[in-house]
């Protein structure tokens, strides 16, 4: 896997549980929040195995509950491993992101 | 291909057949009318016929569900089934994905979203479900795995056992065993089972020698360490008597061999329908 895509599952990964700690999800409705903060091209097939490796790794909990169109749908909730997770996350990105954004102001060195 | 996916269904039907069987044989030779005993074997038969019913009836609702997805969506379905069916997830991950995906792909069909959007490349999407779940399985799965086995393991040897009560065979197929030992045996094999299947699952991507030998392992080293604690137990004199899983060594080896077809059997067949 590239260095961008090895960083793109961190941030994205980050960005789920971020959504899913402001409220239960489910897969479609992740994906849609997604799509919408600007990760475009986006499908449930490309959330679930992230989804899938949150659950493993206990940041994320599931739960089946009965849909309005058929099929019962599995509702994600964040852990308190997942806030921790989460808070974690926060940091790391704030930190790095004042360190990258010295860099691209920084006129000469 | 309809053999391959009904698996599951037919060996719990032949495991419950065995099971049925093996309480009868028991009604049959018992002379005595112990009530404890008899309710414990009528528990048993219960047990086989409602494991085998709601086999049956998950099977049913399962086929069901799949044929409510359209032609594109259920190629696509049965593809990506098929990819971690051969993986190394356990039956339990599988179980969970192949449920998952079913209700999110009728989902997306009652959107009228397309399979292309929905899920991508296939390969990939197998791919990654398969990386983001294969690994290190807990101690409870490969307890829960390795006591399936086991079980017909058991089972095997019982039947032997009986059948050799019933035709009066030689002592070819001697196999007997007590409560008691069953009850050591079951408690070695707890340790030895996720053992030898953790070697098993790391493996089952590698040579076919080394997938038989671990297969093979299961029972044998099961046997080894019990008979070994046995030993050490009469050593001690706590126990008197004589406690052994088969009393032929020739009836031991004939089980391992018919594992051994079996396997190579069930190896043979899953490969052959995978192709179709």
Redesign the interface.
């Given at each position: 896997m590239s260095k961008n895509s090895q960083m793109l599952k961190g941030i994205l990964e980050g960005c789920i549980l971020k959504i899913i700690s402001m409220k239960e999800t489910y897969?479609?409705e992740l994906v849609e929040s997604l799509n919408d903060g600007g990760f475009k091209g986006m499908?449930?097939?490309?959330v679930?195995?992230?989804l899938?490796?949150l659950e493993?790794k206990g940041f994320i909990h599931s739960v089946k509950k009965p849909?309005p169109?058929?099929?019962?749908?599995?509702y994600y909730f964040l852990t308190p491993l997942g806030h921790e997770e989460l808070s974690d996350f926060l940091l790391g990105w704030s930190h790095l992101k004042v360190t990258i954004d010295y860099f691209i102001e920084k006129e000469a060195l | 291909m309809k053999l391959y996916h009904n698996r599951k269904l037919i060996l719990s039907g032949l495991i419950s057949f065995m099971l049925v069987i093996l309480a009868l044989f028991y009604f049959l030779t018992q002379q005595s009318t112990n009530t404890s005993e008899t309710i414990l074997f009528t528990c048993v038969i219960l047990f086989a016929v409602v494991m085998f019913l709601y086999s049956f009836y998950q099977r049913k609702r399962y086929e069901r569900?799949i044929s409510m997805l359209n032609a594109d969506y259920k190629e696509v379905y049965t593809l990506v089934v098929d990819k971690i069916t051969t993986s190394n997830l356990t039956s339990l991950e599988r179980h969970h994905?192949k449920e998952?995906?079913?209700?999110?792909m009728?989902?997306?069909q009652?959107?009228d979203e397309s399979v292309q959007?929905?899920?991508?490349n296939v390969d990939e999407?197998s791919k990654?479900?398969i990386?983001?779940?294969g690994g290190n399985m807990s101690l409870l799965i490969y307890e829960i795995t390795g006591l399936q086995y086991l079980i017909g393991f058991i089972i095997f040897v019982k039947f032997a056992d009986n059948l050799n009560q019933i035709r009066s065979l030689s002592d070819y197929f001697d196999a007997t065993i007590s409560y008691k030992s069953l009850l050591l045996f079951t408690l070695v094999s707890l340790i030895t089972i996720p053992l030898i299947f953790s070697i098993y699952k790391k493996n089952v991507e590698g040579k076919l020698i080394t997938q038989i030998g671990i297969f093979l392992g299961i029972p044998i080293f099961s046997v080894l360490s019990f008979e070994l604690i046995v030993l050490l137990i009469n050593s001690v004199e706590f126990n008197q008597g004589q406690s052994v899983v088969f009393d032929s060594i020739y009836g031991f080896i004939t089980a391992l061999l018919l594992l051994f077809v079996g396997f190579i059997i069930k190896r043979s067949i899953s490969k052959h329908l995978l192709q179709q």
């Amino acid at each position: 896997m590239s260095k961008n895509s090895q960083m793109l599952k961190g941030i994205l990964e980050g960005c789920i549980l971020k959504i899913i700690s402001m409220k239960e999800t489910y897969g479609y409705e992740l994906v849609e929040s997604l799509n919408d903060g600007g990760f475009k091209g986006m499908t449930e097939g490309s959330v679930y195995p992230l989804l899938l490796r949150l659950e493993k790794k206990g940041f994320i909990h599931s739960v089946k509950k009965p849909s309005p169109l058929g099929p019962k749908r599995k509702y994600y909730f964040l852990t308190p491993l997942g806030h921790e997770e989460l808070s974690d996350f926060l940091l790391g990105w704030s930190h790095l992101k004042v360190t990258i954004d010295y860099f691209i102001e920084k006129e000469a060195l | 291909m309809k053999l391959y996916h009904n698996r599951k269904l037919i060996l719990s039907g032949l495991i419950s057949f065995m099971l049925v069987i093996l309480a009868l044989f028991y009604f049959l030779t018992q002379q005595s009318t112990n009530t404890s005993e008899t309710i414990l074997f009528t528990c048993v038969i219960l047990f086989a016929v409602v494991m085998f019913l709601y086999s049956f009836y998950q099977r049913k609702r399962y086929e069901r569900s799949i044929s409510m997805l359209n032609a594109d969506y259920k190629e696509v379905y049965t593809l990506v089934v098929d990819k971690i069916t051969t993986s190394n997830l356990t039956s339990l991950e599988r179980h969970h994905v192949k449920e998952d995906l079913l209700n999110m792909m009728l989902d997306a069909q009652n959107r009228d979203e397309s399979v292309q959007s929905f899920i991508g490349n296939v390969d990939e999407f197998s791919k990654s479900i398969i990386n983001a779940l294969g690994g290190n399985m807990s101690l409870l799965i490969y307890e829960i795995t390795g006591l399936q086995y086991l079980i017909g393991f058991i089972i095997f040897v019982k039947f032997a056992d009986n059948l050799n009560q019933i035709r009066s065979l030689s002592d070819y197929f001697d196999a007997t065993i007590s409560y008691k030992s069953l009850l050591l045996f079951t408690l070695v094999s707890l340790i030895t089972i996720p053992l030898i299947f953790s070697i098993y699952k790391k493996n089952v991507e590698g040579k076919l020698i080394t997938q038989i030998g671990i297969f093979l392992g299961i029972p044998i080293f099961s046997v080894l360490s019990f008979e070994l604690i046995v030993l050490l137990i009469n050593s001690v004199e706590f126990n008197q008597g004589q406690s052994v899983v088969f009393d032929s060594i020739y009836g031991f080896i004939t089980a391992l061999l018919l594992l051994f077809v079996g396997f190579i059997i069930k190896r043979s067949i899953s490969k052959h329908l995978l192709q179709q």
